[in-house]
C-alpha cells in the first residue's frame, strides 16, 4: 500500500490467518476424524496427528451409504441441471435481446418474476405437480370445456397424467425452470456490438445462423461461468431430492448423509461419518479449485 | 437498454422463449397458484375434493404459538447468522484488499466454504460441537453440562448458526473484496498523501463506497438465511430440542410431508412468499440506488 505501517501490517496477517485457520480447520478436521478408528475418534480431545485407518473408513463409508451409484446419479443430476440452464437460458435471452414482438415485455416480466421466490419455498405444490405433470394441462383443458369437446368429437377421453417421481427429468426440471442465467446472458448480449449483427445479415445470415455461428462462440466465457455455478448448486440441492427420490435407485449422494449419522445410542461412529463427508465434500471442491475463475465470476454476475 | 439492430422474423423469436416459457408455466406458475388455491381451501380427510374456508387457514396458523415459535426461531437465526457472516466477511476482505504480501492465498482459500453442500458442512459441525466426541467435548470437561445441543435449545440455534455462518463468510467475502477492488487505487493513495490513515480511509472512503454492496448482501443473506438452512437444520437438530430450531422452511417440510396438512403447509408458503418478495423489493430499491451512484 501507500504507507509504511508495520504494526497494523502484523494485525492484518494475524486477523488474516485466523480467518484462514477458521475456513481451512472444519476440512482439516473432517479429513482427520476420518483416519480414526472408533476408539480414537471418540477421544477426548481427538487427536490432530492423522490416525492409519483412512481408506478403511473411506471404504466403509461407500459400502454403508451405497456411495458409488449415489454419486453417480449426483453427478447426472448436476449435469442435467447446469447444461439445462447454459442451453434453455441462452435461447430466452437471444429471443429477448435480438427480436421485437408484441408481449415481449411480459415474458421478460414473467421470468423475471422467477427471480423471487426460490424453489424451497413452492416445495409442496411443485412436488404435486411432478407426480404428475400434465396436471396442469389437463386442468386447462377441464376447465376451459376443450376435454368435454375432445370426447364429442372424437370419442376419446382425455386424461393425461406423466408422473415423474423417481426419475432424472423430475429431479432436473424443477431446478431449471428458474430464470437465473437469462439474465446473465442478457446483459452479455446486449453488449455485443451492433456491427456484428449488422454484418452477419448484411451476408445473408439469419437468426439462427447468427446464434450459432456468431452469439454463442463470443458467450463461451459466460457459459463457463453459469455452467460452473449451476453445477455446484445443483450438486448442493438436499431438499428437492429428498422428496422427489423415495427410490434408492434415483437417491443423491447428499441425501445419503443422513444414514451415516450415528445414532443415539449406537456406537458413535463417527470416523465412518466422517469418511462419508469427505467423499461428499470432494467433487464439488475440485470444481471450487480448479473453475475458481469461473466460480467467483459467474457468482459475481448472476446475482447483479 | 435496447438493441439498435433487430431480426424481423418474430415467429422465430418467440419459438426461442417456449422451451423457457413451458418449464416456468409448470414448475413455477402452477404450483404457486396452487399453493394459493391450497391456502384457501381445506382437503377433505376421506376424499372428495376441497372445500372453501377463506382466510381460515391463515387464521388458524396465525393463532398457533407453534408458529409463532418458528418465526422467532428463523428471525433470531437470520439476524445473528447474517450479521455474524457479513461482519467477519468484511473485515476479511477490507483486510485481504490491502494486498499484502501473501493475500492472493486468503483471496483462493476464504471462497471454499461456501463451495460445500449445506448437509455435507452440517454433518462435519455436528461432529466438531458433539457434546460428547469432538471438540466441545473438552469444554464439557471442565465444566459439566455446558453444552448440549441435543437438550439445550440455545445450544442447537448457536450450532446451526456456526455452521451457516461458516458457509456464507465465503460467499460475503467474494462480493465485499470485488466492491473494495472496484475503488479507484488513485483516491486511497490520494487520501494517504492529505494524512490519512487506515482506519479513517476505511471509515470516510472505502465504507461508503461499498454500502450498496452491504445492502446487497444483506438481503441475499437474510432470504438464503430462510431457504439454505434446511439441510443444516434437518441433518444437525431436526428442528429440535423442544421446535428450538424449527425453521419456516423446515416447519413447511415437516407439516406437509410428515404431517400431510397440505394447506396449512401452503398457507405458510404463502407467508413465507410474501415476506421474501417483500425483501426483494427492498432490494431493488437500493439497486436503483446504486445506479444513481455511478
Known sequence: MVERTPFLNFFTHLILFAGFVFCVAPFAIVAIAASHNLKDVNDVPMSLLPGSDFWVNIKTAWVTADLGPKLLNSFIMAFGVAAGKVIISALTAFSLVYFRYPGRMLIFWLIFITLMLPLEVRIVPTYAVVANVLEPYQTILDLTGLSWLIEKVSGVRVSMSLGLLNSYSGLILPLVATATGTFLYRQFFLTVPDELTEAARMDGAGPLRFFIDVLLPLSRNNMAALGTIMFLWAWNQYLWPLLITTDQSHAMAVTELKQLIPNVGGAPEWHIAMAGTLIIMVPPMIVVVLMQRWFVRGLIATEK | ?294
Open chain 2, 1 to 294: 437498454m435496447e438493441k439498435r439492430v433487430t431480426f424481423s422474423r418474430s415467429t422465430i423469436g418467440i419459438l426461442f422463449a417456449v422451451p423457457q416459457l413451458l418449464l416456468i408455466f409448470t414448475f413455477f406458475y402452477w404450483p404457486a397458484g396452487q399453493a394459493v388455491y391450497w391456502s384457501l381451501t381445506l382437503q377433505q380427510p376421506w376424499g372428495g375434493g376441497n372445500i372453501w374456508v377463506g382466510l381460515d387457514n391463515f387464521r388458524s396458523i396465525l393463532s398457533n404459538a407453534d408458529y409463532w415459535n418458528s418465526i422467532t426461531a428463523s428471525l433470531i437465526f437470520a439476524a445473528i447468522s447474517t450479521g455474524l457472516a457479513m461482519v467477519i466477511a468484511l473485515v476479511l476482505a477490507a483486510l485481504t484488499d490491502r494486498q499484502l504480501a501473501g493475500s492472493w492465498l486468503y483471496r483462493v482459500v476464504l471462497i471454499w466454504p461456501y463451495g460445500i453442500a449445506a448437509p455435507a458442512l452440517a454433518l462435519a459441525f455436528r461432529f466438531i460441537l458433539a457434546p460428547e466426541a469432538g471438540f466441545m467435548a473438552v469444554v464439557n470437561r471442565v465444566w459439566p453440562g455446558f453444552w448440549d445441543p441435543g437438550l439445550d435449545g440455545a445450544d442447537a440455534m448457536a450450532s446451526i448458526i456456526v455452521a451457516f455462518s461458516w458457509k456464507y463468510v465465503g460467499y460475503n467475502f467474494i462480493f465485499f473484496l470485488a466492491a473494495f477492488q472496484a475503488i479507484p487505487r488513485s483516491l486511497m493513495e490520494a487520501a494517504a498523501m492529505d494524512g490519512s490513515g487506515v482506519l479513517r480511509r476505511f471509515w470516510d472512503i472505502q465504507f461508503p463506497l461499498i454500502t450498496p454492496t452491504i445492502f446487497f448482501l444483506l438481503v441475499i443473506n437474510i432470504t438464503e438465511s430462510f431457504q439454505d438452512s434446511f439441510g443444516i437444520v434437518d441433518i444437525m437438530t431436526s428442528g429440535g430440542p423442544a421446535n428450538a430450531t424449527n425453521l419456516m422452511v423446515y416447519k413447511i417440510y415437516s407439516d406437509g410431508f410428515k404431517g400431510l396438512d397440505y394447506s396449512g403447509a401452503a398457507a405458510q408458503s404463502i407467508i413465507l412468499m410474501v415476506l421474501i418478495v417483500a425483501l426483494t423489493i427492498v432490494q431493488f430499491r437500493f439497486i436503483e440506488r446504486r445506479v444513481h451512484y455511478r
